[in-house]
């Protein structure tokens, strides 16, 4: 894994009850819900990438490009995800600060 404090951190929100994954629930949320941050895997297919960058730019929701598919859906419990949201403002900030330097998203 490529930053333990990172993957740690989004366990917590898995357990806290505060982030949803999978496209599907990413993207009703942000149409829906208060979503402080997405995450999106590094192999996440180009045409994924591109429909979310866009729907966070829209909604005005901060993103990164972070790990990959497996490496995230290990940190939450699951297989393998491609794309995670936050839906708590506490572990955004703790997430864009362990991602910090490593950051490859907007803003």
Do not use: W
């Not at 949320?29 to 590094?42: N, S």
């Not at 960058?53 to 829209?58: D, P």
Request: proline letters at 1%.
């Amino acid at each position: 894994m490529k930053n333990n404090r990172f993957h740690s951190i989004l366990g917590l929100a898995r357990k806290a009850g505060k982030l949803v994954s999978g496209s599907y629930s990413v993207e009703k949320y942000l149409k829906t819900r208060k979503v402080f941050l997405v995450i999106m895997a590094e192999d996440l297919s180009r045409r994924s990438a591109e429909k979310f960058v866009n729907l966070c730019e829209a909604k005005r929701v901060p993103y990164l490009v972070y790990s990959n598919k497996q490496d995230l859906g290990k940190s939450i419990g699951r297989e393998a995800v491609g794309i995670i949201a936050i839906t708590d403002e506490g572990f955004m900030k703790l997430l864009q600060e362990a991602a910090r330097g490593e950051n490859h998203g907007g803003e």
